[in-house]
């Protein structure tokens, strides 16, 4: 099977691209699955989340998968996060630092998650000031994702991440992706709901809402990321299912996608142009910001 790619941009049309990829080879087991990337004239760095989780699950599917003819200037970025280093291509250094480097996570990988959040996203000089409290708290929000992937998709094939800075755009966009349950049938079994994938991705990027049970809070990780991005100016995406949400500018749409993402992807957007100093409320006046 040869299946072309189109460009794919941290958009909706890049995560349509993706599920159209999916929706064709979904059903390949011990085959030859050739992904002529020709037309693939630009690949957003941080959408390697999502298409590595997809191609690692027609791995698992004993099926061979191959990249050909990349283009040079997408080949050198996927190059560089070391993508393509699952794919037979040699890893170029990366000297400008722009690359959050692609992984994948098995979910009892907790402490290297926390690590790699750490040391490549949450402490880059990009990132907009924050006060002790706030690092900590969106430290443990975007830790919160990985957690969501391990306690509500089920997933048994890990958890992907990657990133990049873009210094001409002013933006840095970092994902994760699963390949679990997604959102609709973790919400609608847990709670007994009948929602469309869009609703469960806005239900639980509400405040407070979450399907954890016992003394341990949840929800409050998509909760202070909505938040903050709307303070930045930056863009919040989840895709989970057929559903596609978009938090862009403090506004929220959403949208049901021609095809299914088997699992979940959260992509955060940074506005790095953004020279404002961010606190919690209880550290700051009451007349302050945030």
Wanted: hydrophobic share 40%; net charge neutral; proline share 4%.
């Amino acid at each position: 099977m040869k299946i072309s790619l189109p460009e794919v941009r941290h958009d909706q049309a890049g995560f349509e691209a993706l599920v159209q990829l999916f929706a064709r080879t979904q059903d390949c087991l011990l085959g030859k699955i050739e992904i002529d990337m020709v037309k693939t004239s630009w690949f957003d760095g941080d959408m390697c989340a999502a298409f590595g989780a997809l191609l690692y699950r027609l791995g698992s599917n004993l099926n061979n998968v191959v990249l050909s003819n990349i283009q040079t200037p997408v080949e050198r970025i996927l190059s560089k996060n070391g993508f393509l280093s699952n794919y037979g291509r040699v890893r170029i250094p990366d000297t400008w630092g722009t690359t959050i480097p692609y992984q994948r996570f098995d979910v009892k990988d907790d402490r290297f998650f926390a690590s790699y959040i750490e040391q490549e996203f949450v402490q880059r000089p990009e990132m907009p000031k924050m006060s002790k409290g706030l690092i900590k708290k969106f430290r443990e929000s975007v830790f919160e994702i990985f957690s969501n992937s391990v306690l509500h998709s089920r997933t048994e094939l890990g958890i992907f991440s990657c990133g990049q800075y873009f210094p001409k755009r002013h933006r840095l966009d970092f994902a994760v992706a699963d390949l679990g349950i997604g959102m609709k049938r973790n919400v609608n079994e847990s709670l007994g709901l009948n929602l469309t994938a869009p609703a469960a991705i806005e239900w639980a990027t509400s405040a407070r809402n979450t399907t954890k049970t016992g003394s341990i809070p949840g929800g409050l990780g998509l909760k202070l990321l909505r938040e903050f991005i709307t303070l930045n100016k930056g863009r919040l995406q989840i895709v989970s299912d057929n559903g596609y949400w978009c938090l862009d500018q403090g506004n929220a749409v959403t949208a049901a996608l021609p095809f299914e993402f088997p699992g979940t992807i959260v992509g955060v957007e940074i506005n790095t142009a953004d020279k404002r100093s961010y606190a919690l409320s209880s550290e700051v006046d009451e007349t302050d910001i945030f």
